[in-house]
């Protein structure tokens, strides 16, 4: 019955488009390469290919149009007359990560996983709330839960990375997390297209660089 339940959750939801563009922090961070970004979306709608801040320097918070404000207006009340749909508050999270309501954003996903755990997509964009709201150390617990949930989950493996590296000066855990990916996926490329071995590779001679 998990099983199933797994299989259905990790195919119904994408990861979000500024959750894949996290990938490319790293490189425009070590300036090993331009970085540019490749225009992905969430679920069925897309989003605008946007650079990305600095890792220590989020993005400013977008102001909400109407449009936006009304969207989440409904779909609270639609999760306050039925808290039991995993994916309605998944869509209501993700309206609270579109805006940079971090803490709001947490606590739906949170809500989403109580109900759906076995959804790495929502798991990794969790972790990416966490980041942003200068919770690393929670940020790495719900990257590692999307690895639980999906081994192959690259993206949830990239941005631990980040997050060891940049957030908790643990640059032997982010070496580590990216050659675990390697190890599971010898082709892993970041967003520009770079392998992720290559990249490691470029890190170790230059320890320094950050």
Partial sequence: ?????????????????????????????????????????????????????????????????????????????????????????????????DSNQFEQAIRAYKKSLELSPYDANVWTDLGVMYRRNKQPFEAVGAFNKAIDVDPRHEISRINKGIVLLHDLDDREGAFEAWEDLVKVNPAAKLGNGQLVSEMVEKMKQAPNQE
Avoid: C
């Fill in 1 to 97: 019955m998990a099983k199933k339940e797994k299989e259905k959750s990790q195919g119904k939801q994408s990861v979000k488009m500024e959750t894949m563009i996290i990938v490319t922090l790293i490189a425009l961070v070590l300036g090993f390469f331009a970085g540019e970004l490749i225009d992905l979306s969430k679920s069925d709608r897309s989003a605008p290919v946007q650079t990305p801040p600095m890792p220590q320097q989020p993005a400013p918070a977008p102001t909400p149009t109407a449009d936006h404000t009304e969207r989440i207006l409904a779909l609270e009340q639609e999760v306050s007359a039925n808290p039991g749909n995993a994916e309605t508050w998944t869509e209501l999270g993700n309206l609270y990560y």
